[in-house]
Every structure is written in C-alpha cells, then in structure tokens.
C-alpha cells in the first residue's frame, strides 16, 4: 500500500478540530519521517510537527498557491504526463498563474519569497502528497475558488486518484458528509442528482408518488399541486433574509442552532422576530429556542441506530446504547410523524399523492432506521450496496458502492474524473470584501477551540470542559497587547460594523500582528455578533474568516 510522503494542511485546525485525525497525522510524520506544511495566519498545534509553517495574510490562499503554482511551471516541476493524459484547460490555467511570480505573490500574502521556494519544492519532489483543508478555506467569499484552486495544484502535481494524494476536505462536522450525500443541500437529491434534472426529479417523483411536472419549451414548470420543485431551493443563509422579505414564513430546524452559530447573530434575532412560525427540534433548549413557536424532543446520537458518512466517504453504523430519554423521539419518527398528519390534512385528494409504489417509504410510515436505508438504497446509486446488514457484518464501505456485492471504492477518480477529464481553472485573487481601516483596523478570524463543540449546547454542559475552558478568549498578539497598554488587564472589548463583544484576552504568539481570533461557543461573547453575513456567490457560504474589527481594553 502507498502511503503520503508529504502532507499539505492549509485552513484546518487539525489537531483541535479533527484530534483522531491529527493524531494519526502526527503519527505519520513521527515514525515515518512524512513531511509537512502547514499553511495558516495562526501558529496552531500542528506547527510544532511541521516541516515548515506558512503564515499567510488572511484571505489570500488564491495568490498563495498561484504563487506556489508559478514556480512549479517555472522549475519544469509539473507532472506533464498526468496533465496531457487526465486533463483539460490547461494553457488558460497557465496563463493566469503565471500572472502570479513570486515577488507579487509575496506582496499580496506576505509570505517570503524564499519559503514559497522551499514549500514548492517540497511538494514537487515529496510524492504523493495529500493536501486537506477545512473552513479556513471554504469560509470566505471564494470558498468555492479556494477549493478549486486546491485541485489545480493536485492536478498540476499529478497526486489525484493515487493512494497517499487526492483532495482532502475534513468535514466541520460528524456527519456533514452524509447529510450532502442525502440530498441535504438545495440544488440536489440523494448522491448530488440535480433537482433541475428531468430525469433525476421524474425518477424521485415517481418513487415518491408525486404527479410529475416535466420542463415545457418555455423552461422549468416549476411545481404542480403534487409535484416536486424543479428549481432550487434556499441556503441557509438565504432563508433568514428571506424571511424580512416573507419568502420565507416558516422554518423547520433541527439540531442547528442559528443564533450563536450564523454570522451576524444581531441580525439573525432580528429575522426570528419576524418569523410567522418556528418549529425546533433539539436535545437542549438552546439560544433559538426563545424565538420558536414548537419545541420537538429529538433524540442525542447514543439513542440512535443509524449510519454516519466521515470525511473519506466511509458509511459507519450507529446502534442505540440507551433507550430515549423522557417525551424524546427519533428524528425520523418525529419527522415521519408530521409528515403523515399533514397528508392527512389533504381532504380534497386524501389518496392521491402516495398511491404509486407499495415500499413502506411511500406513505412515510417506517418502522425503524433499515427502512429508511432501503429507501436510500433504492435511490442513491453511489449507496446502492450499502446495507444494514453488511455494516453489522463488519463491512468497512466507502462510497460509491453500486452493488450488494461491490467491496468500495477507498479512492476515487484513480482512472478518470466524473467528468472525464479533470478541468483546470483559471482562478485570480480576491480580496475579503471588509478589510482593516483607520476606524476598524484589526482583522478577526473565528473558529472553533478543542474544548467547546459548535454553539457549545453540549459542550457548556460539561462540567470538565467548563473547568478547562470556562468563558470566551480573545488572542491577541504580544505587539498589539502592548499598543493596547493591556499590561495587567484581562479583558478587551471587540467591535464591529454589526456588534460588540466583551471577552477575556489570551496573549499569545498564535496570532500574527494586526490579528485577532475568538470563538462562537459562549452566546454572551459570541465572535458572531461580529461577523459578516457577505456570502460566496456559489456556496452561499459566510465570510467568516476576515472581517474588520477594533480592540479596546475594558477598564
């Protein structure tokens, strides 16, 4: 079996976020000698095992890695073989990244000449190299650009479809992969089959039992009575301004908490106000819940029997270890549930819409979790194969898995992309759409911390967590706590254009000059009352990574 030669993490915490993961990182580079760059504004953890640290403006991955990209070309570094063989486009890839030599790169990132020399070679003579990311690259507004950009250089490398390579995101949480996979984004079905697909839409209509509304000459129909939508849905970030306009007049959220966690909190309350119903489905009462019209008792992940999806594709199953606690229910019976009663509301044609098909899915009433694998089963052809039963068995499945008797597919595109050839991009810089100026002159970075989990709903529960990390910390630089003369004082208020905040302040070397990071665990002092809610264009993803603030000393 091949294995990484070197390793390239560029926006992810590793070792805090993702500590499994880290730790067989760390093991990698520790016993055998794997090298690695770390890409990132902060000296996180993973620095202390890394080859070299790259240590980047904020918002400016684009014209580091064109940079890297550049002296790649210009060293003869590329793997022609590869791009002549697998790839398109290349010539215009080329022609934009040669607008990026080192110099200009240097400026645009503040990266040394010298260490984007030593990063490129590194990664053109230690092959195969595995690059991963997180939301330090896809959190800004060319997230999605960040991302392709990523592939440029894999492509360029030759270190896409081999074991040790390939494109590495590591999910922002446990099963954000399976819940993509399930059609959990508003452009696709199960396994990424487009909703503006006749084919695809008509295949789920029918399974569904819905009436099936093709395109006409004039475009898309939209939706019949019974129909399914044939344009695409709403982010979530485009629901909540889209409730002050009433595109949106109700919300069904379940195990999400948008107050602490989306950009803008201020802002957020302000939509929930508005809201003409909301219902939440949860394990604990959490920020939102003030604005909520219903409260649902959902059930916590050892309650439940299931499967999880993980970053590399690997379908795990859950079997329940307690039963449910109080009035709480499974997800999908409590889903199922209010399914079944609004069919019930359907007086004019009560059965008319679920008469198509005799599986149990078409009238929602599912018996346990296997049903509903059934369903994904029948429909999702990169899950076709993944079963209950052969989970249980031992089987370790990673998608696509087209048949009861396919093994997996450990590594994708080892012979060809999903669109045959893989197409290079032509990516340029970019600034951060809110930069330092004289009123607010301090960059902030949010994220995450090892002790706390998301919007700290579980997490401020714990008594151990809470004795470690107790309250909101703020780092700031050693040059900057000296300009703020915060000598022997703990406490800094940050501001925004949208809010402000009071935390403790942690003076450390974690961040460079000129930048400060908190976190959005304590809704009190939550980094997102700061936040920009400016939008990648694509993904519809928040700036959270870059945004101007001022930092003052709370007397």
Not at 41 to 70: C, E, K, S
Not at 273 to 294: K, S, W
Not at 418 to 442: C, L, N, Q, S, W
Not at 451 to 459: D, I, K, L, R, V
């Amino acid at each position: 079996m091949n294995f990484s030669e070197s390793l390239f993490i560029i926006g992810s915490n590793t070792s805090e976020q993702h500590p499994v993961f880290g730790t067989m990182l760390r093991r990698a580079i520790k016993n055998r000698g794997v090298k690695l760059i770390v890409a990132d504004p902060r000296r996180i953890d993973m620095v202390d095992f890394a080859t070299m640290h790259i240590r980047q403006n904020p918002g400016t991955d684009i014209a580091l890695l064109n940079g890297l990209m550049y002296i790649i070309i210009e060293k003869g570094w590329e793997d022609k073989a590869f791009i002549e063989e697998r790839c398109e486009n290349f010539d215009e890839f080329k022609a934009t990244v040669m607008q990026y030599p080192p110099q200009k790169a240097s400026e645009i990132t503040g990266v040394p000449v010298g260490q984007l020399y030593q990063a490129a070679e590194i990664m053109a003579t230690t092959k195969p190299m595995a690059v991963m990311w997180a939301m330090g690259i896809t959190q800004h507004i060319v997230g999605v650009r960040n991302v392709m950009t990523l592939a440029n250089l894999q492509m360029l490398l030759g270190n896409m479809g081999k074991p040790g390579g390939g494109v590495n995101p590591l999910r922002g949480q446990n099963n954000v992969q399976g819940a993509c996979d399930m059609g959990g984004l508003p452009n696709v079905y199960t396994a990424y089959q487009n909703v503006i697909n006749d084919e695809a839409r008509l295949k789920f209509a029918r399974a569904w039992g819905c009436d099936e509304a093709p395109r006409t000459k004039e475009g898309l129909q939209g939706t019949s009575s019974n129909g399914l939508p044939s344009t695409v849905g709403l982010t979530v970030t485009e629901m909540m301004p889209g409730i002050l306009t009433e595109k949106v007049r109700a919300l069904y959220i379940m195990g999400e908490n948008p107050v602490t966690s989306d950009p803008d909190s201020a802002h957020i309350r302000h939509c929930l106000e508005q809201i003409d119903f909301l219902v939440l489905q949860d394990i604990f009462p959490t920020e939102t819940a003030e604005f909520a019209d219903v409260l649902l008792p959902g059930v916590s992940f050892a309650e439940k029997t299931g499967t999880i999806t993980n970053t590399e594709r690997r379908v795990q199953m859950v079997n329940q270890a307690i039963p449910e606690i109080g009035q709480a229910r499974q997800d999908w019976a409590i889903t199922a549930g209010i399914a079944m009663k609004m069919l019930e509301g359907q007086v004019d044609q009560p059965e008319t819409r679920f008469v198509k098909m005799d599986a149990p899915w078409a009238k929602w009433n599912y018996t346990d979790s296997s049903d509903i694998m059934s369903e994904i089963n029948a429909l999702t052809p990169s899950y076709t194969g993944i079963t209950h039963s052969r989970l249980l068995k031992g089987e370790r499945l990673q998608w696509p898995v087209p048949a009861l008797d396919h093994p997996g597919t450990p590594i994708l595109h080892t012979k060809g992309f999903a669109r045959g050839k893989g197409k290079f991009m032509p990516i340029d810089h970019v600034p951060p759409p809110e930069m330092p100026d004289d009123a607010y002159p301090t960059i902030l970075s949010t994220g995450r911390v090892l002790y706390h989990w998301h919007g700290g709903a579980m997490t401020r529960r714990a008594k151990g967590l809470m004795e470690v990390y107790p309250e909101a910390m703020v780092e700031v630089n050693q040059d900057d706590a000296v300009k703020l003369g915060l000598d022997g004082k703990k406490r800094v208020r940050v501001t925004s254009r949208r809010g402000s905040i009071e935390a403790l302040a942690w003076v450390t070397d974690r961040v460079p000059p000129g930048m400060v990071y908190a976190n959005f665990h304590f809704p009190e002092s939550s980094a997102n009352e700061l936040t920009i809610a400016a939008l990648d264009p694509v993904s519809k993803i928040p700036s959270f990574k870059v945004c101007a603030v001022k930092v003052e000393i709370v007397e």
